[in-house]
């Protein structure tokens, strides 16, 4: 089995599950990770374009199959290797549509959050406002979903850590970094806390990433990153005091 990743959040969904699955007690078949670097466009090279038509990571090849989407080789790597994360039968619906909604929901708007508040410092204010706005309503508006599907529940879909937590997680624990202010909702906060403090997400975050910068991008990283070219926001420049 081959993952093509790159330590970002849909990346690490699935750097996540498979430490998850090996703390539940499986063994897993040796894996190749395989870092492709973004940066460097090697998304779009024609073997992984063979691999994944979308030309993004992740990517999971297991045999002939290639599967695209990080929730999809969430689920695979789920129904592959059972474990609570994802029960069998009926159960599983309490599990999968919170999956799809990550996918549908979080992920799209929470990553163009991020990236009107960093990756665009060279646009006009102007321009951002409405998306900046649209997005973070929007962001938000999903917190107050998940903290009400939270309640007083430890994990996403109850008493049991599944696919769902995984699928979210890697989104929302970057609050800080695209400024989705979800301290309104103090169970959000403990659930990010819960979940970081799982060993099996400990090192499911730290693929690709120095040990330092689990939780944060060092002064060094962050200059690299605008040596490349690219212009991040740091945040004195940004309204924002989160
Ligand atoms: N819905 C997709 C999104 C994948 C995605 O956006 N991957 C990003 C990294 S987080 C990527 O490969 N970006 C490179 C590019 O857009 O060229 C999934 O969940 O797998």
Same mark, same amino acid.
């Given at each position: ?180 202010? =979800? ?6 906060? !403990?659930?990010? %806390?819960?979940?970081? +403090? &799982?060993?099996?997400?400990? #090192?499911? =975050? ?6 330092? !910068?689990?939780? %944060?991008?060092?002064? +060094? &990283?962050?200059?690299?990153? #605008? ?16």
């Amino acid at each position: 089995m081959e993952i093509w990743t790159a330590a970002t959040p849909n990346g690490w969904k699935v750097s996540i599950m498979l430490e998850e699955l090996k703390e539940a007690g499986i063994e897993l078949p040796e894996i190749e990770i395989k870092t492709i670097n973004l940066a460097k466009g090697e998304q779009f090279t024609e073997l992984f374009t063979q691999h994944n038509l979308n030309q993004k990571i992740p990517v999971l090849i297991d045999g002939e199959r290639s599967i695209m989407e990080s929730c999809a080789i969430l689920q695979y790597l789920a129904e592959k290797y059972p474990t609570p994360m994802l029960p069998a039968g009926e159960a599983r619906w309490d599990i999968l549509p919170w999956v799809y909604w990550q996918a549908a929901n979080v992920g799209p708007n929470f990553g163009n959050k991020l990236s009107y508040t960093r990756y665009m410092d060279d646009v006009p204010e102007a321009q951002k406002q409405h998306p900046l706005e649209r997005f973070n309503k929007e962001a938000l508006r999903l917190m107050a979903v998940l903290a009400k599907q939270l309640g007083n529940n430890p994990w996403i879909c109850g008493t049991t850590f599944s696919i769902a937590d995984i699928a979210v997680y890697p989104w929302v624990r970057g609050w800080k970094w695209s400024k989705v202010d =979800i301290t309104k909702y103090p169970n959000v906060l !403990e659930w990010v %806390q819960r979940v970081r +403090a &799982r060993p099996g997400v400990e #090192r499911g =975050i730290s693929y690709g990433v120095p040990k330092d !910068e689990i939780d %944060q991008w060092s002064e +060094a &990283r962050k200059a690299q990153y #605008r040596r490349g070219g690219s212009s991040i926001a740091d945040n004195a420049k940004l309204k924002s005091d989160l």
